[in-house]
């Protein structure tokens, strides 16, 4: 399955990853246990974490980079899917979240580390805790080109299977996690900004 016409016409609007973002950023969060193809977020004007994700690589592919994922997990909270792209050697990313510190980043890092490392401070849980564990390196969604990834009316969970199946970097230590400290409020509320409650995670209290 190709794009249509009408969908040629709307992602060459999205000439660049700002404009990827603020898409992304205009759309509603999608708070349902599913996992729908970028033409369905294009329908929809709807989606979550790992459903932005997957538009950003296409609408990125579409505009000549690589469609790569990077995977984020956390503990005691969602894990976070990014698209990642470079330009001039350095790294940046186009993301959804429900929570507005975990979005764009500007192709400012020299590796794929500092980029991720960006996000942890301001990767946390309603409760503050700081969640960001490991990562994974990039995945390049032309893998699954035969299965019309991007166009497709199936359900995308095997992609997250995939990234989920992939080695994951730790970002901590042991007696860096027990050390942390959690989220100012001012912080946890600026993050919470304008999230959708049905989207968010139950985490454990401890």
Request: with cysteine; charged share 25%.
């Amino acid at each position: 399955m190709e794009w249509t016409k009408e969908e040629i016409k709307f992602l060459k609007t999205l000439s660049n990853p700002d404009k990827i973002q603020v898409f992304l950023d205009t759309i509603s969060y999608n708070p349902n246990y599913e996992c729908r193809s970028p033409r369905w977020v294009m329908k929809k004007r709807s989606a979550h974490c790992f459903e932005g994700a997957l538009f950003a690589a296409a609408a990125l592919e579409f505009i000549g980079y690589r469609p790569l994922i990077v995977d984020m997990r956390a503990v005691n909270d969602d894990d976070h899917v990014i698209a990642v792209f470079k330009e001039n050697g350095h790294w940046g990313a186009v993301a959804k979240s429900n929570f507005t510190s975990l979005r764009f980043r500007e192709p400012v890092y020299r590796t794929l580390r500092e980029l991720v490392m960006s996000y942890f401070d301001f990767f946390f849980n309603v409760y503050g805790e700081k969640t960001l564990r490991s990562y994974s390196l990039p995945f390049d969604l032309s893998k699954f080109k035969s299965r019309h990834w991007a166009t497709t009316d199936e359900d995308l969970e095997y992609i997250g299977d995939k990234i989920e199946s992939l080695h994951h970097f730790p970002v901590l230590s042991n007696k860096m996690i027990r050390e942390l400290y959690k989220a100012s409020n001012s912080m946890l509320k600026a993050g919470l900004l304008g999230s959708n409650a049905k989207g968010l995670f139950k985490p454990v209290k401890k």
